[in-house]
């Protein structure tokens, strides 16, 4: 167990609608990282929150849009899904922003967009 | 732009064997590397790093790396394999003021 909580587990959702995914990083860890994991794509990094700032982007689209609270919390928003946001969506938390230290997965959230 | 290679998609090994995992990769400045392992319906772990010093690398559940400048490599070794060792396992690669950047991940089976 990496102590990173992700809910829910599975999420099934038409097109068109909007999910939100929830996720509690390790105790104490500042940053938070989202993760998509897809057959085609590979692990794509989407975003990295620190401390309550947005601290980097990756291939995240416009529909998608994430945010950490001060309880250090964070929520990645998935709007308009199409059928391809279908995936395994990852939430990780380090200690720090900074760049050596390794990031601890959650388990994922499945999105199923039908 | 940083970039990451597992050249092998699977790889079989019998149980009590040695294992090897491949990974080379492209970065600006001084690497990070990572690797993770990925057992099913679960969420990456992390089992060891790279960050300086020793070129060869201890981590979890008696896995080593070895990091080789010149080559660009960060090989993942066991030196026997367990059946419990079959899972997906991802390298990955950070330069400083970048994403991390996984590789496309490995498939490792371990037969009995």
């Known amino acids: 167990d990496s102590g990173v909580t992700q809910t829910p587990k599975h999420l099934i959702t038409a097109t068109g609608q909007r999910v939100t995914l929830r996720c509690s990083p390790r105790?104490?860890?500042?940053?938070v990282y989202w993760y998509q994991q897809s057959l085609d794509q590979g692990l794509q990094f989407l975003i990295q929150?620190?401390?309550?700032?947005?601290?980097a982007k990756g291939n995240i689209l416009e529909r998608f849009s994430a945010q950490q609270f001060p309880d250090l919390h964070s929520e990645l928003n998935l709007s308009s899904l199409e059928l391809g946001d279908s995936a395994l969506y990852f939430c990780?938390?380090?200690?720090?922003?900074?760049?050596?230290?390794?990031?601890?997965f959650g388990p994922g959230t499945r999105l199923t967009v039908t | 732009a940083q970039s990451v290679a597992q050249p092998e998609d699977q790889v079989n090994v019998a149980e009590g064997n040695p294992l090897t995992v491949k990974c080379t990769y492209s970065?600006?400045?001084?690497?990070?590397l990572f690797w993770y392992v990925q057992y099913p319906n679960r969420g990456l772990q992390f089992l060891l790093k790279?960050?300086?010093?020793?070129?060869l690398v201890k981590g979890s559940y008696g896995f080593e790396a070895e990091f080789n400048k010149s080559q660009t490599s960060f090989h993942l070794k066991k030196p026997s394999a367990l059946v419990s060792d079959s899972a997906l396992y991802f390298c990955?690669?950070?330069?400083?003021?970048?994403?991390?950047?996984f590789g496309g991940g490995t498939r490792v089976l371990v037969k009995p």
């Open positions: 970065v600006s400045g001084n690497p990070y």
């Open positions: 990955a690669v950070k330069a400083a003021g970048n994403k991390l950047t």
């Open positions: 929150y620190y401390n309550g700032e947005e601290r």
């Open positions: 990780a938390s380090s200690a720090s922003g900074t760049d050596s230290y390794e990031q601890y």
């Open positions: 790279y960050i300086t010093g020793d070129n």
């Open positions: 105790s104490g860890d500042l940053s």
